[in-house]
């Protein structure tokens, strides 16, 4: 529509078609109100029922809650409409009426459950608060993939069908390929590296990941977004500084550019840009750390996988962002390179926010035979990834590079309770559609 304007652009004293959802209609007896609301807030549209021709009255006023109408009037001032202005239509036209009955309620007031929600998308996104955490992660997408690009990264979109997943064979999702098994990506993992190993050098890229976790949980999805970086002649600490400069640059560009979402959320005074440099403990430290809270029944000891509630530990006590860093090489993945002085010493790292892990990460091995010897430690065949093995064969820098879940970025920067909130459409175990 060419001539529409947006309800917060309505200036007094001109005429304008807004157009939108009938947030609410408030009839006072010989005058009426109908909010009409817009993606960029909401108008009063005024009927003086006695004034005005009754066909115009009914058709503004009889529209059903969340119709679409488009409404063409003066704007004049007034100081006790919500915006400071209202419109006196002079047309009336309804795009689209709604049913009566709506599967929840827009304006927020009366509480939906989270399926109803999920169900209903539309609908839900049509809440403030809905909307604005979707406006955020754009805004987060947006300031990412610039802080990519001062460093120098090139976005890249690599295959989500591959012959073989990476991760280990569980948590792959099979599909039929013209006869032939294949997989939905787990991660772009190995297409970044065989990049990175071409005068590209520095990559990125932002797209989705698929795993096949078999509970629900309020971290973990189907589906989720990987924010992918893999840089040529980078080594660990390098990666660490990349990434935090991203993580911060999407927490800069939220509290910059989002002021009314983060409003809408409840967030606008507790929303602060996390602080640099985030620490960066060896996994030695952690667990020493997570058995001086106390926190845990049974004291870890060295090779333990950390427990979730001795993450938590650790995040409270830490209070921020923090790196960990050195892991056992045992619990990295075989792609991930040993220290040289310490091979019993990877040199992966995870940065985790207080509530949870965001991202890992390390430096690569880019030596073929220690890479085939991880392949074949892991129990996967180094044969089925030949395609990737064999560049190794003809000039693979040292690289290094780590993945951050997009959603769990979402989700902390906005203390979202469960990772749904931060996605469209959710895929896990229940839920396939929408
Ligand atoms: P976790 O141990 O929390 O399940 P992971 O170590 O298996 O995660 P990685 O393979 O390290 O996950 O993936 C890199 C990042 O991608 C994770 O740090 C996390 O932020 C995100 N991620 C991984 N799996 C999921 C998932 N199922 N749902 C949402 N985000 C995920
Ligand atoms: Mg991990």
Not at 63 to 87: F, I, L, N, Y
Not at 114 to 126: A, G, Q, S, V, Y
Not at 207 to 231: M, Y
Request: proline share 6%; glycine share 8%.
């Amino acid at each position: 529509m060419d001539d529409r304007t947006y309800t917060a652009d309505a200036t007094p004293d001109e005429t304008v078609t807004v157009a939108g959802w009938v947030h609410e209609i408030r009839d006072l007896g010989g005058i009426a109100f109908l909010i009409l609301r817009d993606k960029t807030g909401r108008i009063q549209i005024k009927f003086e029922k006695e004034e005005m021709d009754d066909e115009l009255v009914e058709t503004g006023l009889d529209a059903p809650r969340e119709s679409v109408v488009s409404v063409t009037g003066a704007v004049e001032e007034e100081p006790r409409a919500p915006t400071g202005v209202e419109v006196t239509p002079d047309s009336v036209e309804v795009l689209s009426a709604a049913d009566t009955e709506l599967p929840l309620d827009p304006t927020g007031k009366v509480e939906a459950e989270l399926p109803t929600r999920l169900d209903n998308r539309t609908l839900d996104l049509r809440r403030e608060a809905g909307q604005a955490i979707f406006e955020i992660r754009s805004e987060m997408q947006r300031a990412a993939r610039e802080a990519f690009r001062a460093v120098d990264a090139t976005e890249i979109n690599t295959p989500k069908i591959v012959a073989t997943g990476t991760e280990g064979g569980t948590e792959l999702f099979p599909i039929t390929y013209f006869g032939r098994e294949a997989f939905m990506n787990q991660s772009p993992q190995l297409f970044k590296q065989l990049v990175a190993g071409s005068n590209v050098e520095r990559v990125f890229e932002i797209g989705p990941i698929f795993r096949a976790e078999e509970h629900n949980t309020p971290r973990h999805l189907n589906e989720a977004t990987s924010i992918d970086f893999e840089g040529a002649f980078c080594d660990h600490h390098e990666a660490m500084d990349v990434c935090e400069s991203v993580v911060v640059a999407a927490y800069e560009g939220v509290a910059e550019n989002c002021t009314e979402e983060l409003g809408a959320l409840d967030l606008a005074e507790d929303f602060s840009v996390p602080e640099t440099p985030f620490p960066r403990l060896t996994y030695e430290e952690a667990i020493e750390r997570i058995n001086a809270t106390g926190a845990l029944d049974e004291q870890l000891v060295w090779g333990d996988d950390l427990p979730t509630e001795g993450e938590k530990a650790l995040g409270d006590d830490v209070g921020g962002h923090y790196f960990i860093t050195d892991w056992p090489a045992d619990i990295k993945p075989f792609y991930i390179m040993d220290h040289d002085d310490d091979e019993t010493l990877s040199t992966g790292f995870d940065l985790m926010h207080p509530r949870m892990e965001l991202v890992s990460g390390g430096q690569r091995e880019h030596r073929r035979e220690q890479l085939i010897e991880g392949f074949e430690a892991q129990g996967l065949d180094p044969e089925a990834f030949e395609y990737y093995t064999k560049i190794f064969r003809y000039g693979m820098p040292p690289h290094a590079g780590w993945a951050i879940g997009g959603e769990r970025l979402l989700m902390t920067m906005l203390e979202l309770d469960n990772i749904r909130e931060a996605v469209l459409f959710p895929r896990d175990r229940q839920r396939l559609s929408p």
